[in-house]
């Protein structure tokens, strides 16, 4: 979403609602799911080449679980504001760049599935949520870390 610096001049403040997709963000971790991400806000003119952006970001992210790589939908509600200085003979104040940093900064560190989640296996790679694997999980110590099976 842009928005012409000329008519930002002739308002004080201005109102926004708009919808963005995947394809509209570069830098994320998750995905947007298809219903998209609605942004509303205002853009309010401070001085000649400083404006106040203030939006609300609603939408379901969707990240890979940190365990198994299952998709997990996380609902999302950011608020965010930001001061946008403007160089002399730009004639365009895009959003997109702000709301993509809004959403980069909130991301999660790490998104579980279900908190008891089981992950994969580390020898055959068999998601351990949905079934059982016949791997012997015993023999798989390093023998110099032998030693730290006894203070267990």
Known sequence: MNFEIN???QDEIIPFE???NNTDFNEIEGEVDENGALIRGTIEKLSRDTFLVRFTIEMTMIYPCARC????PVDCCYEYSD???VDDGVTILELLPIVEECVYINEPFRVLCHED???LCPKCGVNLNHEQCDCDK???????FEVLKNLL
């Open 7 to 9: 008519k930002l001049l």
């Open 18 to 20: 708009f919808v963005a």
């Open 69 to 72: 790589l299952e998709p997990t």
């Open 83 to 85: 001061t946008v200085m």
């Open 117 to 119: 989640c089981a992950g």
């Open 138 to 144: 015993s023999g798989d110590v390093d023998p110099r």
